[in-house]
């Protein structure tokens, strides 16, 4: 696993009067949660920029990157990202912070996953009654991670009460809601929605399992010669600075009540 | 790898998925034909008494009416689909129906987003028929009905095309199904192109859940298959129109 | 003997009175000639007749009862239009019209629509395509359409406006072998003022909507009641 | 929360946001008018000369080249929006123009999408209009370009249908410039209707988004302001279409 | 002195024969009437001669050039149909259109197509929409739009048809005095066989395509050399 390297590559601040453009590329959760809103504001106003944000989805994010559409992306699938830097279309892959997945389901719980042991012993109680489980099927970090569940469960789900979706977080929750499945979310977008639905936080806190790291890499400037890499840096040591990471700390506790994300910067990975 | 070989490969994956017939594709394929077929066809069986309807009879609000028809051939497929899923999810006034994320779900907002569309078209092609050919009809003892066969085959190229329009349209059409089909799949198509089996995944909610996957090749490839199959209905069609 | 009457009809489009207090009977089984100048209402009349056009005033009387009342009345005449239009379809096609639409079976349509083209003088046009044919042709043609189906009442506006003199002496023939054969009534607007006198039995006038004179052909010719439409036979202009 | 619910808070929602003039929605209205109406004229500037060269010139490959503009018709968005978006993105061909999520990427986008569209419908208004005009027309001396114009005055009301079908389209599209365009809107606005600024972001794709946020009422409120902003184009349409 | 000249023109629509090896000079400024009965071609020779169709075969040479290679040719000339179109707009709007294409100013445009309405007895009617007008009101109304911007040479195709007697003398003097006072060249293709004689100077017969004679009138009307025109001249049906 890759040490986040520390930013020296800082570039003066700007003093030209029109903003300059920065393209981010990233997941719907950042978005749809509103930690961005927040994040992206301050770093605006202090370098008199204008961040270009298209949110997308993990797996598309570093396609649009990988393809130099993007300075600067920010995701949550490790293997894809380690795929991506390993294959130098990404460099200074930093960690920013994380937080759980979450198993919602029915408050009826006809799985019973709320007594399991863990995540791997959730999903087969899940299997063994062949309750609903909707699955997001769109190789983002959070489909990827139920897979890996499902493979260490020694499980090929299969059947019609599996089904798969190819959608992002919200609307995968919808479906589950409508069709009282099970599913697995990140914590953000659940409780971002938990008002709106009516399935409950049935498991929860596996650190093996569920656990949801989000990176924030610049796009290499050496395949690109086009992207704005002094200022996506800019970005990166913004994020991971005491300020960056004060305000991933705090955010969501006075809508939601709690933190939706956990600042990570210089922690090692598992 | 550059964006022209994401093209490149999409072609050849196009081949190799046709030409294996690879049941996943066959099975959405499936879908895609069954859910815009029969909204087209619904939708065909509603605009054209409508169209006609709109031509000949006179009653108060027609202009207002032909003003709506040509709204809904813009009308935003997504704000449908929203429309018709809150109607139908279980706490909405037709939850009781138990239709939310079915293929009927989908034909419903095909037809909705699809019927304005031929109306609007075939209305222009039913008034562009010289009114003294009805009249003709009409002396040598033809009834209406007759009038509006007669009317039908000298309108048939704009007819033809205005359904060809909404055959496009629906098989093209992603916002509207996405959200009240839901793009379900059963298993073994969870990760990738496997052997699963569509329930209410069609070509174009497939290509989104490929897109966003950041699978472009697929994607591209998905989008070929759905070309190729318009453009041998069409091919068809204009085996008719040129009749015409 | 009567087998419809005009009664006090009168039309206009917009400001423009087009038939002014119309009074007329016609006969079952006389050939009826309606003259006048250009622009004087024999179409407009007709299409009344026809049903294309409601009057805005006074009735149609038909064996005795109001038109409106009568069912299938316009199945029981046809129109020739002075400007006749075709079907975008073959000769046969457009001749055998009323005769499909009246449920013949294939065989007899065949025959009938085979005998009119002979007839009309276009024998073996049938799978020439109609929107072909000369000016001349396509008058025959939707002559031999509007009557193919023996229609009790035959309105004819100008039928040989486009034919040369023997095309029409041969509808002119035809038209009164219909009559004498079938007993069909026919109304026959026309410009041709001899054609009147070779045809028609009877003959009213319109001018300027107005029906000046209603007489017999021995009548007009002879002692015209008015003398605008004496005038009008001369072939002058009258307004 | 009903289903029905969500209607009602949608239209409370969509007046509230037109009659505060809130900057924000503004400014993404203004991006839909600003794209589709580019690209509506565009397309309209291609595809009534192409209707025309279709209807009147008689070349080699005609028959094949109204199937494709057929076809065209029902080309998937989502598809559109990838080619483009490959061709575009610096990996791809044209890399080095930079325009990757910008409004003239999406201009091209809906560009291609509605050509077909109202080249086909326009097509079948062209043929419509009788060929004795087009000949009275040459006979008192007009030239072709005279020619012209009159088969335009006669088909106009076709003319104006596939137009409005092309704009309506064009507004109410969303997959293409989805892809193409990155739904940028600046500060402020990302996380929920605030006093931000659109760059790419469309009413079509703000209702994508706010849906996939589960914000259902806003995007409502922007479906109902997309079909009001529709309609009042096709009441005025239609004005002229009725002097037709 | 001659005007144009068809030579060895020929014309098939499929496999039907139209015109064959058709010669025939026509000189400037005279009245040429065509002859024939309904379905010999005289529709298609002046289609041709208006260059709305190609020949199979043969060349059109006008002032002694290939009408190919003689640039603005079909602006000097103008076709009455013999079924007019109506463009779908008022009768002035019509009846103006060769003007306007002309880039004549609006002014004279008025003055014109003001009196070319009342030549053919339309005073007036300018406003009305055209698509409403009478069947021999539209006819009239085509002739004032193919007469009005001075042509010099004139193809009328059956321009009386659909008119009563006075009308039609109305407008055979107006065509006379085109002749006479614009020199205009005139071909007029007709089944009115006196009114061959009132205007025409000199004449052809087609049958079945063939030109069969070219004569003055008095020639046609005293001595015809072909037994057959003499014999349409008579009114009889000639094959
Ligand atoms: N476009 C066409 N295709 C096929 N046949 C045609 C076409 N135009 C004319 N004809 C045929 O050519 C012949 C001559 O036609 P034309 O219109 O020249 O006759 P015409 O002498 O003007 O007759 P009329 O007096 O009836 O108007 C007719 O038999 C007609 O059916
Ligand atoms: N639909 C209409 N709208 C307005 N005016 C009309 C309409 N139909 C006919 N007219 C007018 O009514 C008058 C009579 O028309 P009509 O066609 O009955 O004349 P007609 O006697 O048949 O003349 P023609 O001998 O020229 O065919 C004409 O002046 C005509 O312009
Ligand atoms: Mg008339
Ligand atoms: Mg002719």
């Known amino acids: 696993v890759q040490q986040a390297p520390a930013g020296n ?51 598309k994010s570093i396609a649009t990157g990988e393809l130099g559409a993007a300075d600067v992306v920010m995701v949550h699938a490790v293997q894809l990202e380690l795929k991506a830097v390993a294959n130098r279309s990404f460099i ?94 990140d914590r953000g977008t659940y409780l971002a929605m938990k008002d709106k639905i009516k399935l409950r936080l049935l498991f929860e806190s596996d650190q093996k399992y569920l656990f949801n790291p989000y990176h924030v890499m610049a796009v290499n400037p050496a395949k690109f010669p086009n992207v704005k890499y002094d200022l996506a840096m800019k970005y990166i040591n913004y994020v991971i600075s005491p300020q960056g990471q004060d305000i991933i700390r705090n955010y969501g506790k006075d809508i939601f009540g709690e933190a939706l994300f956990v600042p990570a910067a210089g922690i090692k990975e598992q | 790898m550059s964006g022209a070989d994401f093209l490149f490969q999409g072609i050849i994956r196009a081949f190799e998925l ?74 909405g006034p037709f939850g009781f129906a138990n239709k939310i994320f079915t293929p009927q779900a989908m034909i419903l907002a095909q037809y909705i987003l699809v019927t304005p569309i031929i109306t609007g078209i075939s209305l222009a092609a039913i008034k562009a028929v010289p009114k003294p050919i009805i009249e003709t009809v009409y002396t040598l003892g033809g009834s209406w009905k007759e009038a509006i066969i007669m009317t039908f085959c000298e ?55 490929e897109t966003s996957k950041g699978d472009i090749s697929t994607s591209i490839a998905l989008g070929i298959i759905l070309i190729s199959l318009n453009l041998s209905i069409n091919l068809l069609a204009n085996f008719f129109q040129r009749r015409s | 003997m009567e087998l419809f009457r005009v009664e006090n009809v009168c039309m206009a489009f917009g400001k423009k009175d087009v038939l002014k207090n119309i009074n007329l009977g016609i006969r079952r089984g006389e050939i009826f000639a309606i003259i006048g100048p250009s622009g004087a209402g024999k179409t407009t009349l007709l299409r009344i007749l026809n049903l294309f056009e409601k009057p805005l005033c006074g009735n149609l009387i038909f064996n005795g009862l109001d038109a409106g ?46 005998e009119a083209l002979n007839t009309v003088g276009l024998p073996g046009m049938g799978k020439e395509k109609a929107r072909m044919l000369s000016g001349g042709e396509t008058q025959r043609m939707a002559f031999a359409r509007a009557i193919v189906y023996d229609p009790e009442i035959l309105l004819l506006d100008e039928p040989t406006s486009n034919l040369d003199p023997a095309n029409v002496a041969k509808i002119e023939e035809i038209i009164k072998r219909i009559r004498d054969e079938r007993g069909t009534t ?43 439409s004496a005038a009008f036979i001369r072939g002058e202009m009258i307004y």
Request: charged share 15%.
């Open chain 1, 9 to 59: 590559t800082t570039s003066p601040t700007s003093t030209a009067s029109a903003p300059q453009d920065l393209r981010l590329a990233t997941t719907t959760s950042t978005c749809d949660t509103g930690l961005l809103d927040v994040l992206n504001k301050k770093f605006e106003d202090e370098n008199n920029v204008r961040i270009l944000t298209v949110c997308e989805g993990t797996g």
């Open chain 2, 155 to 209: 309108a048939r190229f704009g007819i033809i095309t205005a359904i060809l329009a909404g055959l496009g349209r629906a098989l093209a059409e992603v916002g509207a199904i996405l959200i009240v089909g839901g793009n379900i799949a059963y298993t073994g198509s969870v990760g990738g192109i496997g052997e699963g089996e569509s329930y209410t995944r069609t070509l174009t909610t497939a290509i989104t859940s």
């Open chain 2, 18 to 91: 046709i030409f294996s017939l690879n049941p996943y594709i066959i099975s959405i394929t499936g879908v895609s034909i069954k859910v815009s077929g029969t909204a087209t066809l619904l939708a065909t069986l509603t605009a054209i008494p409508l169209a006609y309807a709109l031509a000949f009879l006179h009653f108060r609000g027609r202009q207002a009416l032909i003003a709506l028809v040509n709204t809904g051939m813009g009308l935003p497929p997504v704000f449908v689909g929203l429309f018709i899923f809150i109607m139908l999810v279980p706490a």
């Open chain 3, 69 to 114: 009342k009568t069912g299938g009345l316009r199945r029981r005449m046809s129109m020739l239009f002075q400007t006749p239009v075709v079907f975008n379809a073959s000769v046969f096609d457009n001749v055998a019209y009323g005769l499909k639409v009246r449920g013949f079976d294939k065989r007899a349509i065949e025959k009938k629509v085979s």
């Open chain 3, 186 to 228: 026919i109304l026959i607007a026309t410009h041709n003022i001899p054609q009147v006198r070779r045809i028609a039995d009877r003959v009213g006038v319109l001018l300027n909507g107005e029906l000046i004179e209603v007489n017999s052909i021995e009548g007009i010719f002879t002692e015209p009641e008015d003398e605008r």
């Open chain 1, 92 to 185: 200074n892959r930093s960690y920013m912070m994380y937080n759980y997945f979450v198993i919602i389901g029915p408050e009826s719980d006809p799985a019973g996953i709320r007594n399991a042991s863990n995540a791997t012993d959730a999903f087969r109680r899940i299997a063994a009654k062949q309750s609903p489980f909707i699955s997001r099927g769109d190789n983002s970090g959070t489909d990827i991670m139920e897979k890996s569940i499902w493979k260490a469960a020694n499980i090929t789900p299969a059947g019609t009460w599996y089904q798969s979706v190819g959608k992002g977080m919200g609307e995968t929750i919808t479906t589950a809601d409508i069709k009282s499945g099970y599913t697995l979310s």
